[in-house]
């Protein structure tokens, strides 16, 4: 089937915000040329040096403490010439063909799905707290556990039923005893990929798991034309050097041609300048010398430009999240991307709280919304993410699914033409000059679905009662079958894949 | 200038912040006035005793400490002070009386094999040096043998192990056992970053888990208050 007539996912239609002013755009693409150009990458990895050197690049070997780098420094108009190969549009593909992802740099439509690896899984449960004078509220208590495989499935499981996730990113690091460097990513994939049928995103921890991945991937996605999942991998490390085993995988992940996001994630004030044109003029260089490295060992590689800027912390330098800045620097990169027609990876919508509650909602709408705003295709972080990226927990993210239908809302371009005018022309004139009520009006808009619904939790009486709600909701989810595999080709899977775990489900069974 | 203007001056500027007169300063006003590296020449030119610019040293780093804790200084602003003493000490060091040196010990860090986060790390090294102790740092994802073969050839007293990964942290147990069995049972081994604990220090047998910079600091202080 050709991209076109293939059915996607319904993605969220915005009007870009942009804040940069075209000369700014073209200032900020100088100064990175001029960092590539001029300082370049300290690259570890030998094998990145000599496809940079095969490729056109400067390459000058250098040692440091007995250690070997290569300096690689990029011509201006190499990197433009390798720029013309990126495609503009990717496609991700997903277990259930309906929630195939388009992801067009031309077109600014968005999706949100989770993200991190975070080692904490906090699970919640509802108590009633009384005061005198009989008052009671019902307040979640919090307990939080290790990242396991069966908090994976339990999340995915979650993820596959909240319908404002596009896709999932495995969202909890499985520190089971029985899991190794190398049995690691094909447990993640697989835990996943069992739980959802939405599009399947991850890193890679061995890139000798590679093969056995993609296979499973194919097997799972049984004969479509897009694999279900694709990868993650961050080859920078801030400020302009590449890490050596991360470059090994883009090159060999490029050259399979499987879908993969370039990141780089500098810490504005401690890894980049933190003023925003510094740092974004940083990231761009480096994930331009990422996406240029895939493309030269796959030409035409499909790649998305992985920005996660982040801000540090003034009193600890820790990762920051609630900070304008946080979304200040995502929506730049997200007009960069759009610039040189490469569709945006990007993040917004985790708390620094770490907890559920009042600071962790503001931190999260803003972010939303900003970001979302400036056209990203791709917003990852999006669910259930508290104490900067280190705690999942499944009840923030029923709260952030509600959250986000918000945002989407609010943003959605405004889709009328003129005939929709002349429509509502008709139907004022008609109510004044008769009842002077549109309240027929509502049910066909509510039919065309452009009235939007008010916040999910809403309480009748004086009590806040959204924690109550919304836990009651994700243990309704929880309680959910899974829309899992099928035996056969489970059977199938665990035949043909080696070092795949025994999944114990959270609802006492295995699979 | 006096002396004793010198002297004020000099902590002056550490607290400030005011590594040279290219500098800012902690309150933007201070280019073009001489900063910390100017003033520590023109004291060992005026003649005040190395010793005597040590405590200057400590005096004002006390004073940002407080500042610190008290809020009305951020991370920034007390990393800028540290690198004032820092890079200060480098000139005064060969000035110190031989054998009396700083007295506060050699520090060898690295961020182990798997591992490349080091934010944390040279938070903690900006820190340590402010606080006038010598530190050699080997960099990221270095090996376990590296690592003993440093300690061979640098002798310090205190080794320091960074980790921000879970899979990362338990290659610290290697480097504490190698560290052992290669007999150097005397130098302190401190460990930290995110995941790490101070239950799993014990359990690997390092000497010290520290959550953060300062919290190095008083616990390094500690054990030379100790020994
Ligand atoms: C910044 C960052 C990066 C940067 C690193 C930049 C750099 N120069 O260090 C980049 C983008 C390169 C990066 C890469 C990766 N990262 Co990272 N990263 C972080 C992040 C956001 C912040 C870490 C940090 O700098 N904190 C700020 C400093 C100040 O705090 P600190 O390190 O804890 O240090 C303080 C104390 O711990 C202590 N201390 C620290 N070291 C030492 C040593 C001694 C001797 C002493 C005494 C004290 C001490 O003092 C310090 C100062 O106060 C964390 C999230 C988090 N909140 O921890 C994830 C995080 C650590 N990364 C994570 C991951 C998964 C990765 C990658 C694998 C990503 C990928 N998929 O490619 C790679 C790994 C690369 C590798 N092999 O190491 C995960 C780890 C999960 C796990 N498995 O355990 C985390 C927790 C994020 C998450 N939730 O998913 N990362």
């Known amino acids: ?511 | 200038m006096s002396r004793k203007e010198t002297v004020r001056d000099l902590e002056h500027s550490i607290i400030m912040g005011h590594i040279d007169s290219d500098d800012e300063g902690y309150d933007g006003m201070m280019e073009g006035t001489p900063g910390t590296m100017e003033l520590v020449e023109t004291a060992l030119e005026e003649g005040i005793d190395p010793q005597d610019i040590l405590t200057v040293f400590n005096e004002a780093m006390d004073q940002v400490g407080v500042k610190f804790e008290s809020g009305e200084y951020l991370l920034p602003d007390m990393l800028a002070s540290a690198e004032c003493v820092g890079e200060a000490m480098e000139i005064l060091e060969p000035k110190l009386a031989a054998g009396s040196g700083t007295g506060k010990g050699k520090f060898l860090i690295a961020t182990v094999k798997g591992d490349l986060h080091d934010i944390g790390k040279n938070i903690v090294i900006t820190m340590l040096k402010g606080a006038g102790y010598q530190v050699k740092d080997l960099g990221i994802d270095v090996p376990a043998d590296d690592i003993v073969a440093a300690v061979r050839e640098y002798q310090p007293d205190y080794v320091g192990l960074s980790a921000l990964l879970t899979t990362t942290m338990i290659e610290m147990e290697h480097v504490v056992k190698k560290i052992r069995e290669a007999g150097f049972n005397g130098v302190k081994i401190f460990i930290g970053g995110a995941p790490t604990s101070e239950e799993f220090a014990r359990k690997i047998g390092a000497d010290k888990h520290c959550r953060d910079a300062m919290d190095t600091i008083e616990k390094i202080e500690e054990t030379r208050d100790v020994s």
């Open chain 1, 1 to 511: 089937m050709s991209d076109d007539a293939m059915e996607y996912r319904e993605p969220l239609k915005v009007k870009p915000v942009e804040r940069f002013s075209s000369s700014q755009i073209e200032t900020v693409h100088r100064a990175s040329m001029k960092l590539l150009a001029e300082t370049g990458i300290s690259c570890a990895g030998r094998t990145a040096s000599e496809v940079y050197r095969a490729g056109g690049c400067r390459v000058e070997e250098t040692k440091k403490e007995s250690r070997t780098h290569w300096q690689v420094y990029f011509p201006t108009q190499l990197v433009e010439e390798i720029l013309k190969l990126v495609p503009s549009r990717v496609v991700l593909g997903a277990r259930d063909p309906k929630n195939t992802l388009l992801l067009d740099a031309s077109s600014p439509s968005v999706y949100f799905g989770t993200g991190s690896e975070a080692n904490v899984y906090l699970r919640s449960q509802l108590k009633k707290f009384s005061a005198e004078g009989g008052h009671t509220i019902q307040y979640p208590v919090f307990t939080e556990e290790p990242g396991s495989i069966k908090a994976l499935c339990e999340s995915a499981h979650l993820m596959q039923q909240l319908d404002q996730v596009d896709f999932f990113i495995r969202n909890v690091n499985i520190r089971d005893e029985s899991v190794t460097p190398e049995n690691k990513d094909v447990n993640v994939f697989f835990a996943s990929l069992l739980h959802t049928s939405k599009h399947v995103q991850g890193g890679l921890t061995d890139p000798e798991a590679l093969p056995a991945v993609i296979r499973m991937a194919r097997l799972i996605g049984g004969g479509q034309e897009h694999l279900p999942i694709s990868f993650i991998v961050c080859p920078i490390k801030s400020p302009l050097s590449m890490v050596a085993d991360s470059s090994e995988k883009v090159i060999s992940i490029a050259r399979q041609k499987v879908p993969m996001v370039i990141s780089s994630s500098p810490q504005g004030g401690s890894t980049a300048p933190i003023q925003e044109e510094g740092i974004t003029a940083q990231i761009n260089a480096e994930i331009l010398a990422g996406i240029v490295l895939a493309q030269l060992a796959g030409p035409g590689a499909p790649v998305l430009y992985g920005s996660v800027p982040v801000r540090a912390r003034l009193d600890t330098l820790h990762d920051c999240y609630g900070a304008p800045e946080f979304v200040r620097y995502a929506m730049d990169c997200a007009q960069m991307a759009r610039w040189y027609g490469i569709p945006c990876y990007s993040s917004a919508g985790v708390g620094d709280a770490k907890r559920p509650g009042m600071q962790a909602m503001a931190e999260k709408l803003y972010s939303y919304l900003g970001t979302a705003s400036a056209g990203a295709q791709y917003i990852h972080y999006a669910f259930g993410l508290l104490a900067g990226t280190n705690i999942f927990s499944p009840l923030q993210a029923v709260l952030d699914n509600a959250s986000v239908r918000l945002a989407k809302d609010i943003l959605r371009t405004a889709d009328f033409d003129e005939e929709g005018v002349d429509a509502a022309v008709q139907e004022i004139q008609t109510a004044a000059a008769g009842s002077g009520m549109f309240v027929r009006g509502i049910r066909k808009q509510l039919r065309r679905n452009r009235v939007s619904h008010p916040y999910e939790f809403v309480s009748e009486d004086e009590e806040d009662r959204v924690f109550a709600m919304a836990q009651q909701k994700l243990d309704s989810y929880l309680a959910q079958e899974a829309e899992g595999l099928s035996e056969a080709v489970i059977r199938q899977v665990r035949g043909q894949i080696p070092g795949l775990l025994p999944i114990e489900t959270w609802k006492g069974g295995s699979l």
